[in-house]
Structure formats: structure tokens, C-alpha cells
């Protein structure tokens, strides 16, 4: 069981952790709305080191008593902040990704902060609607994880 939950910013050293986080099959499928290929390494890590080199984005790995748990992150599309996280599927239920997001939203003073789930992604959703978030809607997107279009709930906070 996870007692301490910090984050800090991404380094070089991190990203094999975060690389084998996010091809974890049942954590892709859950998440819905990933990379096309998971297993492409280097289309991750040029994803990942566009997004460091974008001053517009708050970019974490979540530490969990010491050790590399996931990652969480906030972006700007559209002139609205976003934020979304990814932990290690072996921690889910352990409260990790609703303290990261706890953690996140202290330095991420920007409201209205907005965030998507994949809308049968109940436990994601229920870690946002307890850090103060509310659904304000849906939106059918393309899944690539699921190869179809499937809902997704639309929440905000402030």
C-alpha cells in the first residue's frame, strides 16, 4: 500500500518507467484514448519530449514512496487548461492518482481546469469527481486503444 504520494518533474531516467506504464494492455484499454501503437518507443518519447519542451504544459511523474508510479500532467488545448494522469496499473486503488491530482491542482492555479475520461472509465472518473470536478458533458471521440468511436465524459473544476 502506497503511503506517500509526491510529484516532481520528469526526467530523462523516468522514461522507460512511464514507457512500460502506458503499454500495460488492461491500463490501455481502460484509458481508451491513447497513442495509436503503445508499443511504438520512439513515437512515445518524441511525444513525451515535445510536451516538456511546451511551456504551455505542467508536466509530473508521480512518486510513490519513493518510487516512479505514474505521471500526471496539465496542457492547454483550445485556450482551456486540461489535465490528465496515468498510474501504474499494480497501484490502482491505493488513492495515488487522487492525491497526484490533489498535488497537481495546488501548482496548477489556472481555472477553469477541465479533464476527459473515457466514460466507462468509472474509477477515473470517480478520482476527478472527488477532487471537486463536475461533469459539464460528453462527446463520442475515436478510441484508438478500442479501434472505435466511444463516449467520453467531459468534467470541470472552478
Given amino acids: 500500500m502506497i503511503r506517500e504520494v509526491t510529484l516532481r518533474p520528469v526526467e530523462d531516467a523516468d522514461f522507460d518507467a512511464l514507457f512500460e506504464f502506458m503499454r500495460d494492455p488492461e491500463s490501455v484499454a481502460m484509458a481508451a484514448f491513447t497513442a495509436q501503437d503503445p508499443d511504438d518507443r520512439e513515437a512515445f518519447e518524441a511525444h513525451l519530449r515535445r510536451n516538456l519542451a511546451n511551456p504551455e504544459t505542467t508536466n509530473r511523474v508521480i512518486v510513490g514512496d519513493g518510487r516512479v508510479v505514474g505521471s500526471i500532467a496539465s496542457f492547454v488545448v483550445e485556450g482551456d487548461t ?3 494522469y496515468w498510474v501504474d496499473r499494480a497501484v490502482w486503488g491505493q488513492g495515488v492518482a487522487g ?9 496548477v492555479t489556472t481555472r477553469p481546469v477541465h479533464a476527459r475520461v473515457a466514460s466507462d472509465n468509472a474509477g477515473s472518473r470517480r478520482v ?3 477532487a471537486g470536478f463536475e461533469v459539464v458533458g460528453t462527446d463520442v471521440g475515436y ?8 463516449e ?3 468534467l470541470k473544476l472552478g
Fill in 82 to 84: 486540461e489535465i490528465t
Fill in 152 to 154: 467520453e465524459t467531459i
Fill in 99 to 107: 492525491r497526484a491530482v490533489e498535488l497537481l491542482l495546488r501548482e
Fill in 143 to 150: 478510441a484508438n486503444a478500442r479501434k472505435a468511436e466511444i
Fill in 128 to 130: 476527478l469527481v472527488r
